[in-house]
């Protein structure tokens, strides 16, 4: 049954992340459509719509310890499939907006609940492998929001991709209820007896744990360069369909197709990647870090040089090149998350991890947020063309390696506190 159970979590988790990404394939169309100034607004929407379910995250991560989990999820997820579903009505930019931060508030609640109950499902030794699936899932649901948009615009209304998603949002309500709320504990219970430290993963911020988050400088440069990091590269993934149908001139579902190809090399760096890392880190305490920022530099130099040819020509033949340019860069991308990720589990003590996710989490939804809205104003300034902001984004995650500096100075101490009890 808490198989069962486990699969409800993981298939609500693939189609509550999509409501991120649908509307942004749509850009052109949805602009059109309720006649808005400009596709920027759109990325003003997208912004506004991480904001508010970052800080409703926080807040159902607070009710659920007081409440029955299993019901405020149901909650949670009969609101957001109410307000997309109502968002088919939408007939201009605020009540679009209004639309889509009232689902943002549902869609709040899906990594706290189910990391939560996900916790109390899964026995420790099984935990990192089903939330490495979580994470998977949910990647994939941002990419089903983007397929589902770019593939059926160029044959349907704006309204059918977002109406699929609110049925699919009612159907995963239906299969909650038959989710069976666990004990709270009782995998805590079961690792005390056998001496393990477990570790809270219920992206819940505990005030108590910042002092001692604070004496631990490589965790501080490693929130910042999250934080700024998303900041360049946050919107490159949600508009990138936009852009090739705007830029490019492409029709919708060959750059839906394009927008496989590339992320999808993804879900191959990020092990392959990770792996690699791991390696590294036995004979060298900087050795993910290391990598990290090969990838870094390698990633977004081969985005400098892709945009950049988008100033010599948007013809098919530089669309193909751009796109095995872009492939590699993105790639090396994939290996970046996995890896700062470990060190971050590595450097902090178990009692103090769900702070650090928990603020790791805010410093790329925020970093997101504010590169959705830096991306919108550059479409502006170069006259409706999103490459000049790319490529002025991608310049952005380049300078981002300067902050690896300090971590890598840093790190080998904080490992060796660690490993000493001192911290």
Not at 12 to 37: D, H, Q, R, V, Y
Not at 57 to 69: G, H, N, P, T
Not at 118 to 125: M, Q
Request: charged share 15%; net charge positive.
């Amino acid at each position: 049954m808490k198989n069962y159970s486990t699969k409800i979590l993981i298939l609500l988790t693939f189609f509550s992340s999509a409501l991120f990404s649908i509307i942004t394939p749509m850009a052109k169309e949805l602009t059109i459509a309720l006649s808005l100034g400009s596709e920027e607004q759109i990325a003003v929407i997208n912004s506004m719509f991480l904001v508010v379910a970052a800080f409703s995250s926080l807040i159902w991560a607070v009710l659920a310890d007081k409440f029955q989990r299993k019901n405020l999820l149901i909650v949670a997820t009969i609101e957001w499939s109410i307000f997309t579903l109502l968002t088919i009505f939408a007939t201009d930019f605020y009540s679009l907006l209004l639309f889509q931060l009232l689902t943002a508030i549902g869609f709040g609640a899906a990594l706290p609940l189910i990391f939560s109950l996900i916790v109390d499902l899964v026995a420790s030794e099984n935990r990192g492998r089903k939330f490495g699936v979580l994470s998977a899932v949910y990647v994939l649901g941002n990419g089903l929001g983007q397929m589902l948009s770019g593939f059926l615009i160029d044959f349907y209304a704006w309204q059918v991709p977002i109406f699929i998603i609110s049925i699919s949002g009612f159907f995963c309500t239906g299969l909650l209820f038959l989710l069976i709320e666990p004990e709270r504990g009782t995998m805590d219970k079961l690792n005390r007896a056998s001496g393990e430290i477990d570790i809270d993963l219920s992206y819940k911020i505990k005030l108590k744990d910042l002092q001692k988050i604070w004496k631990i400088k490589s965790t501080i440069g490693l929130l910042i360069l999250n934080f700024v990091m998303f900041i360049s590269i946050g919107a490159i993934s949600s508009f990138f369909i936009s852009m090739l149908k705007n830029d490019f001139m492409l029709p919708s579902s060959l750059a839906t197709i394009f927008l496989i190809l590339v992320f999808s090399s993804q879900v191959i760096s990020g092990p392959l990647f990770g792996k690699l890392g791991d390696k590294k880190r036995q004979t060298d305490k900087n050795g993910r870090i290391k990598v990290v920022l090969i990838c870094l530099i390698g990633g977004s130099s081969l985005y400098i040089i892709a945009y950049s040819l988008t100033f010599i020509s948007t013809g098919i033949i530089v669309a193909f090149i751009f796109i095995a340019i872009i492939y590699v860069g993105a790639f090396l991308f994939g290996g970046i998350d996995p890896l700062t990720q470990a060190t971050l589990g590595e450097i902090n003590p178990p009692q103090i991890r769900s702070t650090i996710y928990s603020l790791n989490y805010l410093a790329y939804t925020f970093g997101r947020s504010i590169s959705l809205l830096i991306l919108g104003q550059l479409f502006l300034h170069f006259n409706n063309q999103y490459s000049p902001g790319y490529l002025i984004l991608s310049i952005m995650a380049l300078s981002c390696s300067l902050l690896l500096i300090p971590i890598l100075k840093y790190l080998p101490k904080d490992i060796q506190k660690i490993n000493a009890g001192e911290i």
